[in-house]
């Protein structure tokens, strides 16, 4: 079984169009709305990525309504970083910005390395793989952390 919910989880990586908006869907699909959960990424350049959303859509998770966000812009748009009890780095940039902005606050860093699937494949298929691997760690990871699904 896995640790306790935390009231809220921040997830991060490089542009918040991949990792951290599957992982932010995910983990509102697995454990509901009891904790609050919200992305970001290092810098906003791209908009949520079409092989996110469909490899999330086979697990019955939606993003196509995600809007891509960075940290700078969570601050402008009322986020308090200090507001969270956790932030999850996906990637190693993300991981650096967020102990960066964080060393003034008292919260909890935590680095899980999911593969940046983008750019990786030539076919439709191929691509669609890897991002389910990527998709495929980020279950690993929250499940490992915070135990199976509440809800299916």
């Known amino acids: 079984m896995g640790q306790d919910l935390p009231q809220s989880v921040l997830f991060c990586c490089d542009h918040n169009a991949v990792r951290s908006p599957m992982a932010e869907g995910i983990m509102k699909k697995f454990y509901g709305t009891g904790t609050y959960v919200q992305s970001v990424g290092v810098i906003n350049d791209l908009e949520i990525d079409g092989f996110a959303i469909a490899t999330c859509e086979e697990i019955g998770v ?21 507001s969270f009890d956790l932030i999850v780095a996906l990637s190693p940039a993300s991981q650096r910005r967020a102990l960066e902005l964080t060393r003034f606050f008292h919260l909890t860093v935590e680095y899980w390395p999911i593969l940046d699937p983008t750019g990786l494949g030539e076919t439709r298929e191929t691509k669609l793989a890897s991002y389910r691997q990527t998709r495929d760690q980020i279950v690993d990871q929250l499940t490992r952390r915070w135990g199976p699904p509440l809800e299916g």
């Open 62 to 82: 939606e993003l196509s309504r995600h809007r891509s966000r960075s940290f700078d812009e969570m601050e402008q748009w009322g986020d308090d970083l200090s």
